[in-house]
């Protein structure tokens, strides 16, 4: 088995936004409306594995999140299976628009 990792998530969802993405629930991903959110922020749960981001394979959540007007990065990277190395992202502007992001591991000399 191998998994994912959420890096950054900074994007923040009220209640009236998380009571959409409930209502939408692609995959079962949340049991109860409580579930959508964390601390305020998208609740991405590392329990799912490979299958975390659900971003990148549901347009429909990725339509409420524009429409409500969410602003902030989301990052994931894997660091083994066969998409090991890979690192990618959303970007939502806040003002209906977002971004898909591609990134990179970078080591630097340190004293």
Avoid at 20 to 46: A, H, M, Q, S
């Amino acid at each position: 088995m191998w998994s994912i990792a959420e890096m950054k998530n900074a994007v923040e969802v009220d209640k009236k936004c998380a009571k959409e993405l409930f209502k939408l629930n692609p995959l079962d991903i949340w049991r109860d409306i409580d579930e959508v959110t964390y601390n305020g922020k998208l609740y991405f749960n590392p329990d799912h594995h490979e299958h975390m981001d659900f971003l990148s394979t549901s347009d429909r959540v990725i339509k409420i999140l524009k429409k409500h007007k969410v602003k902030g990065d989301i990052w994931f990277g894997s660091l083994e299976g066969d998409n090991s190395g890979e690192f990618w992202g959303y970007r939502f502007d806040g003002k209906g628009g977002m971004k898909k992001l591609t990134g990179e591991l970078k080591f630097i000399e340190t004293a």
